[in-house]
């Protein structure tokens, strides 16, 4: 194989090194140099995870061929720091709690840098600016923002450094700004993820993945693959010793699909190898012959009489039915002055943290299979996973690992049993790392809906009955699609004393990607719904949309709506102290004119300024010859 | 994932179409790199393979300008940095600032090229829509027979669809020719699903020249990207104004007429609206920046539903 002489600068040593030519200048930092700070977390230069300076230049590291960097100064975030300690930056990050996952801090961290470098008196709006190359998904970005604004005022001498110190670093915590334990281990770049990892030995892993929604598997042949030079091992559901399947609530997914695929990204094969190229051609030679079916994507049709079923044990499709009934819905609309109807929809939503799933798979030396992943279900993963490879739980460890983000999407045991099976299989450490297309393509979703609301009202805006239908697109597999079905249908009526109700919430099969845990675990699809209906409600009442919504509040001595009694409620106070401090105006919603006239008003922020760098447009001549 | 086994880097032109002929059509041309990459990913180019990259950003000779009369003449490998902050770019071509400053985001603009975004025939390029509207001509270099020739393409002619264009075979893109636009207003209007690293949904250059006393239009130049296969001059809208004087009817037909010309797959009606409210923003906006005052012109943004 051809080879390419690499010479450089990074963070002020110099660096020679023979490497394969098609690198990426972040391949080569990460893989050949192990500088692991700089992260990949789409490698097409959309978030800025790899940003490094490149003779001084902020660059994206993931759109450079290490060629390109030939004979340059590279600085990457391990070399911030100043003799061994935080500078200002990495400082001022630490105190704003700028840094929660982490996994994109080293190239936000750097872009701050270059902001500062290129204007050390950057004002809040060229400082977002000039971080817009750059995506955080845990904090809305204010805190980066106050962070590069706190060091950018102590380098200048505006601030004193006392202000980047912790507050009551003896405790008490609570109401005091205390630093995250491991925030200093992030701001250095010092923290190995999943995908950082590496051990002596270690495989490749790369995944063969369904092109159908649905699709029967007649043959599955890797006897060309695993012959490949450079391929220690293909594993496909032939592997699994145990009882296959896994979820959260049932074991409906087999690690790798087994006779029949029922999504598109459906892992069925795995090549682990001695370099990610080797194996990506390995799954080239794997031959599978399909026999397509027909596929559901809407659930409507998966709950249609006759319709195909997709699971054989689940002839209905549905995979969870949570019904609630209080009161008697029927004679409660018959009672109200109005009945008032709507449907809405949600939409899938990818998680998108910016660390995209990766795991690292190894045996101990006493035979201990150790999987280290970003995974948010350990415990629980590790249970299934002894049933699934049939050996003792205390034989299989599994570690968490930084995790980049999650949401709720890293529930999920999508690859950790595919790792598994391979190291079983070849007893070398194997290393398997998502691409940010993969990731998006294989891990479960935000469940969409389509919700059906009747609200019964009186004419002075006391609910008196509410029916609530809700049909959830599980997707696949179930993943948590039962909790889910829980939360939404629990949470579906909202906070409010309603006597009368009828909620179903039906979770259920289709061919499209899985859906699973996110953020609110369905309460958002269902609040979504009632807080549009309510709106709406109050523009037919001509009620301010707040006098409704206090009207029918719980109150202490209610009865939820499965029953339980509540000894105590804040929400009128909590409700209050929220309007005063988002300084509502009062009204029906519809009849305020155009435009916000809040905004701007002492204590309040001015309207959104989404616009170009306020470039100096001044000293861009007009075009007067001169 | 995109890899190759050799990976050079010519210093002259000369040298690049020899790299180019030895390696017999095995080969990918290269500058900044920064849409080649993200194509080749899972479900655009996939995993591409070529034997030999052929990087040509260190041909110096293709990084330099200069005026050659009422033209200016850029190298290909000018990046869009270049165009945001050189002085001497600012003043002949304003625009092309104007236009940068929304392009990618601050490190992307280091390393792309503005021979890249035109070569690259996005629908939606930045750059194409204000070189357009500076009757920007490209150079096309090739060598046949031991002997470097060349051929000069409009760049409207040279642009035949997305990603597609009339660079031939063994032909590289070395320099970009435009107007100087001295004595021009100018303004780059752009919307997007978010500020930065966006591609335009609609995206509009509008050069405007006017009279000594500031009341009439001496040259209109409108060009519009996003709205269909290629980026566009808008002929009619222009012809509409030149030697008129600065009128809210007048720019008020000019913008509907632009209308007209949106044959993009989705979202037609949202950028109808759109096309609207940019050709009268961009006209306005360039009068402004001649320092033209118009005491009756409406220049708010509107919902006008009707294009007749």
């Not at chain 1, 450079?64 to 003799?83: D, R, W, Y």
């Not at chain 1, 701050?112 to 970005?141: D, M, Q, S, W």
């Not at chain 1, 009945?339 to 660390?355: F, K, P, S």
Request: proline share 4%; glycine share 8%; charged share 25%.
């Amino acid at each position: 194989m051809a080879s390419l002489d690499i010479q450089m600068t990074v963070n002020g040593r110099p660096v020679k090194q023979s490497v394969s030519p098609h690198l990426r200048l972040l391949d080569f930092l990460r893989e050949e140099l192990h500088w692991t700070g700089s992260k990949e977390g789409c490698g097409a230069g959309e978030c800025g995870s790899c940003s490094v300076f490149v003779d001084g230049v902020l660059m994206k590291s993931c759109l450079m061929p290490v060629a390109k960097a030939q004979h340059s100064e590279i600085e990457t975030i391990e070399g911030l720091e100043e003799q061994g300690k935080l500078n200002v930056l990495q400082q001022a990050f630490q105190k704003t709690g700028a840094s929660q996952c982490g996994y994109c801090i080293p190239g936000m961290m750097m872009a701050a840098t270059a902001a500062l470098r290129a204007n050390p008196y950057a004002g809040r709006e060229e400082i977002k600016e000039r971080l817009g190359g750059n995506i955080c998904r845990c904090t809305g970005y204010q805190k980066m923002f106050e962070a590069t604004e706190l060091a950018r005022d102590v380098m200048n001498g505006k601030l004193t450094i006392e202000v980047l110190k912790e507050e009551n670093e003896e405790g008490p915590f609570i109401g005091s700004n205390s630093f995250r334990i491991d925030t200093s281990s992030k701001v250095t770049g010092a923290l190995k993820y999943a995908g950082d990892m590496v051990m002596p030995q270690m495989l490749h892993m790369q995944v063969l993945r369904s092109p159908y929604p649905h699709a029967e598997i007649l043959e599955l042949d890797t006897s060309e693959a695993e012959a490949m030079a450079g391929v220690e091992a293909v594993v496909t559901h032939r592997d699994v010793k145990g009882i296959d399947g896994f979820g959260v609530f049932t074991d409906d997914q087999p690690v790798l699909a087994r006779g029949k695929v029922r999504y598109v990204g459906e892992a069925i094969a795995a090549v682990a190898a001695e370099d990610l190229l080797t194996a990506k051609e390995a799954l080239k030679k794997i031959k599978v012959r399909y026999r397509q079916l027909v596929a559901i994507t809407k659930t409507e049709d998966a709950i249609k009489p006759g319709a195909v079923i997709i699971h054989d044990d689940v002839p209905d499709n549905i995979v969870m039915h949570i019904p609630i009934r209080k009161g008697n819905v029927v004679k409660g609309m018959a009672e109200a002055d109005f009945v008032i109807e709507e449907t809405y929809y949600t939409q899938a939503v990818e998680h998108a943290y910016l660390e995209p799933e990766a795991g690292l798979a190894y045996l101990d030396a006493d035979g201990t299979l150790v999987i280290q992943s970003p995974s948010q279900n350990i415990t629980h993963h590790r249970q299934k996973l002894a049933k699934i490879l049939d050996m003792p739980v205390n034989r299989v460890r599994m570690i968490m690992s930084p995790v980049g983000g999650g949401f709720g999407g890293k529930e999920d045991m999508h690859y950790q049993g595919i790792l598994a099976l391979a190291v079983l299989k070849c007893r070398r450490p194997v290393r398997y790392v998502f691409t940010r297309e993969e990731s998006i393509i294989a891990s479960a979703k935000r469940h969409p809906f389509s919700i059906k609301y009747q609200l019964g009202l009186n004419r002075d805006g006391l609910i008196q009955a509410s029916k609530i239908h809700m049909l959830a697109d599980g997707g696949a597999y179930n993943c948590s699609t039962e909790g889910v079905m829980r939360k939404a249908a629990i949470l579906a009526a909202g906070p409010y004393a309603i006597e009368n109700l009828m909620v179903d919430a039906i979770g259920i099969y289709t061919n499209n990607t899985p859906s699973g845990a996110m953020r609110s675990f369905g309460a958002m699809q269902s609040q979504f719904a009632t807080e549009c209906h309510l709106d709406l409600c109050a523009e037919k009442l001509e009620m301010d949309p707040v006098e409704l919504r206090r009207k029918n509040f719980f109150k202490e001595g209610d009865e939820t709506h499965t029953r339980q009694e509540l000894g105590s409620v804040s929400m009128l106070e909590v409700f209050n102290s929220a309007l005063d401090l988002a300084d509502w105006e009062t009204g029906m919603s519809n009849s305020r004119g155009a435009t916000r006239s809040d905004l701007a008003q002492s204590g309040n922020r001015p309207p959104c300024t989404l616009g170009a760098r306020q470039i100096p447009l001044e000293t861009i001549p007009t075009g007067q010859a001169s | 994932m995109l890899y190759y086994d050799q990976y050079h880097v010519p210093e002259t032109l000369d040298e690049a179409f020899d790299l180019m002929h030895t390696n017999g059509g095995n080969y990918k041309v290269l500058a900044g790199a920064t849409d080649l990459l993200p194509w080749a990913r899972e479900g655009r180019g996939g995993d591409v393979n070529y034997e030999s990259m052929i990087d040509i950003s260190k041909i110096n000779d293709l990084s330099k300008w200069q005026l050659q009369g009422k033209r200016i003449n850029l190298g290909a490998n000018v990046t869009i940095s270049q165009l945001l902050n050189n002085p001497f770019l600012r003043k002949h071509i304003p625009v092309m600032a104007k236009s940068a400053v929304w392009f990618a985001d601050d490190q992307i603009r280091e390393q792309a090229t503005l021979g890249g975004n035109l070569v690259n025939a996005s629908p939606a390029a930045d750059a194409t829509p204000p070189m357009l509207a500076m009757n920007a001509e490209l150079r096309l270099e090739r060598k046949q027979k031991g002997k470097i020739i060349h051929r000069k393409l409009p760049l409207d002619e040279f642009l035949t669809g997305p990603g597609k264009t009339r660079l031939e075979a063994g032909e590289l893109v070395t320099r970009v020719e435009c107007d100087s636009m001295l004595g021009y207003g100018s303004a780059f209007e752009k919307v997007g699903h978010r500020r930065s690293l966006v591609l335009s949904t609609v995206c509009l250059a509008a050069l405007v020249s006017l009279s000594d006393d500031g009341q009439v239009f001496e040259d209109v130049r409108l060009a519009l990207g996003g709205v269909g296969p290629v980026p566009i001059r808008l002929k009619e809208s222009e012809a509409c104004l030149i030697s008129q004087p600065i009128d809210s009817d007048l720019i008020d037909k000019s913008a509907v007429l632009a209308v007209k010309h949106i044959q993009s797959r989705t979202r037609q009606e949202y950028r109808r609206e759109v096309v609207y409210n940019f050709v009268k923003r961009g006209i306005l906006g360039a009068c402004k920046d001649l320092n033209t005052t118009f005491a009756d012109i409406d220049t708010d943004m509107k919902h006008r539903g009707n294009y007749g």
